[in-house]
């Protein structure tokens, strides 16, 4: 070929390239059939709700301070249709138990197999998943009736919690004394294997009951020692949050009724 010939030659190859080159720019990119495939395809199902009725407490005392046992039994009801209903729920996550608790309107109290002694309300307001906790505590300022405590399960995202302390005098339930405490300090509910990271309660509800792993929560329930000591009367020992969030013991007076949050 004559060297007069590759000039030309070179520069018609090179003017086709490119306009090769801008028309395929104007191509949207090739996608994998498989990548296709991904992000067509349905989400499984979500899985149904199970309601989980929940546990219930129940403590024996001598609440009115007549030598008689007494029993207190735990009752959380819907506001709507004032029958007991479900605390918990499978399979639904934390925020959609809020949702469902609140469109209940649950009321949480106690009832004394002994009609004399009045209902405790414990929460009335519709935002609380039950009780957490209840203890016979024992006469704490020896007037012969037994003192009980109590911790809400609020329908929150908080762990930050209050230990409640109530007496019966004058035929009426008396807060005596309260302190702060977390929720992840609770042992777990029977019934249910729930668990309480730093915003509350998390997803982890699966009802237990009649299983080996609800007679082993049960169990560790019982056991559990809770938060107060009594040195003497009116005198007790208290496990509580400082204000600087450490953890602390401290003896308080209860007939000073002060509290500390």
């Known amino acids: 070929?004559?060297?007069?010939?590759?000039?030309?030659?070179?520069?018609?190859?090179?003017?086709?390239s490119c306009g090769r080159l801008a028309k395929n720019t104007d191509h949207k990119p090739l996608i994998n059939k498989d990548t296709i495939n991904k992000e067509t395809a349905k989400k499984p199902p979500a899985k149904k709700l199970?309601?989980?009725?929940?546990?219930?407490?129940?403590?024996?005392g001598d609440f009115?301070?007549?030598?008689?046992?007494?029993?207190?039994?735990?009752?959380?009801?819907?506001?709507?249709?004032?029958?007991?209903?479900?605390?918990?729920?499978?399979?639904?996550?934390?925020?959609?138990?809020?949702?469902?608790?609140?469109?209940k309107r649950p009321i949480s109290f106690l009832t004394c197999n002994k009609k004399r002694i009045h209902d405790l309300v414990i929460a009335p307001d519709g935002n609380s998943l039950g009780l957490s906790y209840l203890k016979n505590e024992g006469d704490l300022d020896g007037d012969g009736a037994d003192e009980i405590s109590y911790v809400v399960g609020w329908a929150d995202w908080s762990s930050i919690n209050t230990y409640v302390i109530m007496t019966y005098k004058n035929q009426?339930?008396?807060?005596?004394?309260?302190?702060?405490?977390?929720?992840?300090?609770l042992p777990d509910?029977?019934?249910?294997?729930?668990?309480?990271?730093?915003?509350?309660?998390e997803n982890k509800i699966v009802n237990t009951e009649d299983t080996a792993a609800?007679?082993?929560?049960?169990?560790?329930?019982n056991d559990f020692s809770g938060f107060i000591k009594k040195i003497a009367n009116n005198k007790i020992q208290i496990i509580?949050?400082?204000?600087?969030?450490?953890?602390?013991?401290?003896?308080?007076?209860i007939r000073k009724r002060h509290r500390k949050k």
């Open 1 to 16: 070929m004559k060297p007069t010939l590759i000039f030309p030659l070179l520069t018609l190859i090179l003017l086709c």
């Open 50 to 60: 199970i309601p989980v009725l929940g546990y219930r407490f129940m403590i024996a």
């Open 64 to 103: 009115d301070g007549d030598g008689k046992k007494e029993i207190l039994t735990e009752h959380f009801i819907s506001g709507v249709d004032h029958k007991e209903t479900c605390k918990f729920y499978e399979n639904g996550d934390y925020d959609t138990l809020v949702s469902l608790n609140y469109d």
């Open 172 to 185: 009426k339930w008396k807060d005596l004394y309260s302190f702060e405490i977390r929720d992840w300090q």
């Open 189 to 201: 509910l029977p019934q249910t294997y729930n668990q309480y990271g730093l915003i509350g309660l």
């Open 214 to 221: 609800n007679k082993k929560i049960e169990k560790d329930l």
């Open 240 to 253: 509580h949050f400082t204000d600087d969030a450490d953890l602390d013991t401290t003896v308080v007076d």
